[in-house]
């Protein structure tokens, strides 16, 4: 039914940035919240970051400060503005997208494919 859709990711210096981008397509009535989840090798899946339909934003302690997140309503994308990289925020981040259904009172969590960031020392 949707489709989540990454891209931007690469190699990059440390203290260097880089932006992610994710853009939801196919069938579906409104997009809720969106954000952002991380998996290093041998590690499990962490949140990162998420904005809500309005705008309103959360962050992991670990990239406060450095990451922004944000999101185009009208292109049903979410981005993620990566400062001040570290190679600790090597991972593979995925995106998500909570897709509104119309006869469930909570929406319906889709994941994009991931896309690689590394840093570099």
């Known amino acids: 039914q949707v489709q989540l859709v990454e891209s931007g990711g690469g190699l990059v210096q440390a203290g260097g940035s880089l932006r992610l981008s994710c853009a939801a397509s196919g069938s579906f009535f409104r997009i809720n919240a969106m954000g952002w989840y991380r998996q290093a090798p041998g590690n499990q899946r962490t949140w990162v970051a998420g904005?809500?339909?309005?705008?309103?934003?959360n962050y992991a302690d670990s990239v406060k400060g450095r990451f922004t997140i944000s999101r185009d309503n009208a292109k049903n994308t979410v981005y993620l503005q990566m400062n001040s990289l570290e190679p600790e925020d090597t991972a593979v981040y995925y995106c998500y997208a909570d897709v509104a259904r119309p006869a469930s009172s909570s929406p319906y969590r889709y994941w994009g494919q991931g896309t690689q960031v590394t840093v570099s020392s």
């Open positions: 904005i809500t339909s309005g705008g309103s934003t």
